[in-house]
């Protein structure tokens, strides 16, 4: 059965840290990734990290406070966030996919999604 849960989602005050996790299981993946969507906001894209860990890829208004790694051993995918911002508030989803190419950010590429995890920042 294939299953993908997120964990780590918290209420932080503005500036301070926050770290997901991701757990992906049922099958291979060779992409894993980080979206988020905001009251009243379509979903978007945050970053991505293939199986290897080797590649990476990061929305432009993420890179520098968010990181994306992957633990192959504990088949886990985290995400790193600092400096979090109030407009950071979301809820965040982990999803894997089988695609090798094409964009990060096409959401029809990933076919396992997790629940999503609250990301609450206030001021």
């Known amino acids: 059965q294939v299953q993908v849960t997120e964990s780590g989602g918290g209420l932080v005050q503005a500036g301070e840290s926050l770290t997901l996790s991701c757990v992906a299981s049922?099958?291979?993946?060779?992409?894993y990734v980080w979206f988020r969507q905001a009251p009243g906001r379509e979903r978007e894209f945050l970053c991505g990290?293939?199986?290897?860990?080797?590649?990476?890829s990061y929305k432009d208004s993420v890179k520098g406070r968010f990181t994306i790694s992957r633990n192959n051993a504990k088949n886990t995918v985290t995400l790193m966030m600092n400096n979090l911002k109030p407009e950071d508030t979301a809820v965040y989803y982990c999803?894997?996919?089988?695609?090798?190419?094409?964009?990060?950010?096409?959401?029809?590429?990933?076919?396992?999604w997790g629940q999503g995890t609250q990301v609450t920042v206030f001021s």
């Open positions: 999803a894997a996919g089988r695609s090798y190419s094409g964009a990060w950010g096409q959401e029809s590429k990933y076919d396992a």
């Open positions: 990290i293939n199986q290897s860990g080797l590649m990476t």
């Open positions: 049922g099958r291979a993946f060779t992409r």
